[in-house]
């Protein structure tokens, strides 16, 4: 089976792909408790779709029936652009919804190995119940950073992961040892909120201001969190501080949407209309006018 890997392996980098391995789908003992830890101590804030489907998390079989082998991949998005704006978006959204990137891309993949298809769903990013970091790790991507980010040694943190569930039993990589922060806690430190554990606990969402500004449905003026910082949509602090993202590669090959570039005037006289148009396909959609305006709004009184 190791030609065939190397084959997967190689039809996936050329999509434009950072990086991939491939790993089993057996039962992730050591995620599943940490996982289930998190949710214990009510880190999941409003995330309860988080609760649900928790034996398919922890065990990817039961999520692809058949399905013996997952190759995993890396998609890298840093694009090198940067905003004048004060209104602050997370550069995972400077490019186009990341589910349709990376899921068109695998899908390409797997055309090129029809005896390989299966019955149902194969392909996923962010789309189902998979605890996609930890099948990176398994598969020898990266290591955990203090922020709970994977971290690969040439991509830093800032890339999307897919996988492809497939149905034969390939030759597998090896996680990775060790850890790639020591001495190092520059991300628990430049967090505004103290949604970072010293304790390694993982991300506390209900201070976290990805969650605040994407997830939370409360009214963005109740949550303190957000009165520290000019956060629009989503954060990058937390990756933006890691030594690993210092010299990112620049993927040349994305598309930079228009409102990366607006003014601080742009963002505020925006109304419902030009807000639908601008975010066609991008993930802002998934706050929508209503709160992008709010947000826009409620930092805009804290500058008076």
Known sequence: MDNLANEIKTAVLEEGFGAVGITDTGFLEEESLYFSSWLGNGYAAGMDYLNRNVEKRSNPSLLVPGAKSVVVALFPYNTGASQKSKYKISKYAFVPDYHFIVKDRLRKVLRKFPDLRIDGQQVFCDSAPVLERSLAYKAGLGLYGKNSMLVHKRLGS???????????????????????????????????????????????????????????????????????????????ICQNVCPWNASLPVNTGLTVLDFVSWTDEEWETMDENKCRLALKNSSLSRAGYSKLKDCVDFIREKAC
């Open 158 to 236: 800032m890339f999307f992961i897919g996988e492809i569930f497939l149905p034969v039993v390939l030759d597998y990589d090896s996680p990775l040892k060790g850890s790639p922060c020591i001495g190092c806690e520059k991300c628990i430190n430049a967090c505004p909120t103290g949604a970072l554990s010293k304790r390694h606990e993982g991300v506390d969402a209900r201070k976290c201001l990805s969650y605040l500004t994407i997830e939370c449905h409360d009214d963005i003026k109740s949550h303190p969190s957000v009165k520290r910082t000019s956060t629009l949509f989503g954060c990058d």
